[in-house]
């Protein structure tokens, strides 16, 4: 008897620490408005990592801390831009640089009539970055895209690169991405 309640006692701990350590890694989210539409739109679900700004990556959809006391906890934005890249041209008016410096990076919503981001705000600190979204959860809509910045028009998106090695050779890598279907 004793043996069956030490059994079960370990088994539920267990279960507890597998739980606490998936809320820790994980989070669901919620889509407030229509900033990122027609990627996202309000209502949707979305399954998300908790990371750090190196493991971010370019298009990638972030989840960040919103830095407007009036507005909601968390804003969903696309990574525009990250540390070293060029900062994009419709970014430059909100900032004085013309490379993203080292902890910040850069977010725009899809739907950039009505999305605020970072061409008003200015740089997102690391601190800042909540989580990066994994999937969303409603299969209505089908999976989320992984192209850069999907757009009502065709847009695209360049990031120089110092190449290793003795020369100073810089490499750009581009991204085009259309709204497709």
Same mark, same amino acid.
């Given at each position: 008897? &004793? ?15 597998? +739980? ?10 919620? +889509?407030?408005? @229509? /900033?990122?539409? $027609?990627?996202?739109?309000? %209502?949707?679900?979305?399954? /998300?990592?908790?990371?750090?700004? &190196?493991?971010?990556? #370019? ?5 960040? &801390? ?12 696309? =990574? ?10 419709? =970014? ?7 490379? =993203? $410096? ?6 725009? %919503?899809?739907?950039?009539? +009505?999305?605020?981001?970072? &061409? ?9 970055? #909540?989580? +990066? ?39 750009? @890598? ?8």
């Amino acid at each position: 008897m &004793r043996r069956a309640f030490l059994a079960g006692a370990c088994a539920l701990g267990g279960l507890a620490l597998l +739980v606490v350590r998936l809320r820790a890694t994980y989070m669901v989210a919620r +889509v407030h408005g @229509e /900033s990122m539409a $027609p990627t996202l739109t309000d %209502g949707d679900r979305l399954l /998300s990592r908790r990371t750090r700004l &190196r493991a971010l990556g #370019h298009g990638q959809i972030a989840i960040v &801390r919103n830095p407007l006391p009036a507005g909601g906890k968390f804003l969903i934005k696309r =990574v525009a831009a990250l540390p070293g890249d060029p900062v994009p041209e419709d =970014v430059r008016k909100a900032v004085d640089v013309d490379v =993203v $410096p080292v902890g910040r990076f850069v977010l725009i %919503g899809d739907n950039t009539e +009505v999305s605020f981001d970072s &061409r008003e705000h200015g740089f997102f600190r690391a601190d800042d970055l #909540h989580a +990066v979204t994994i999937r969303r959860l409603d299969a209505r809509h089908g999976p989320l895209s992984t192209s850069p910045r999907p757009s009502r028009d065709d847009s695209s998106w360049c990031r120089a690169q110092e190449s290793p090695g003795q020369g100073r050779e810089v490499r750009t @890598e581009c991204w085009t991405s259309s709204l497709t279907g």
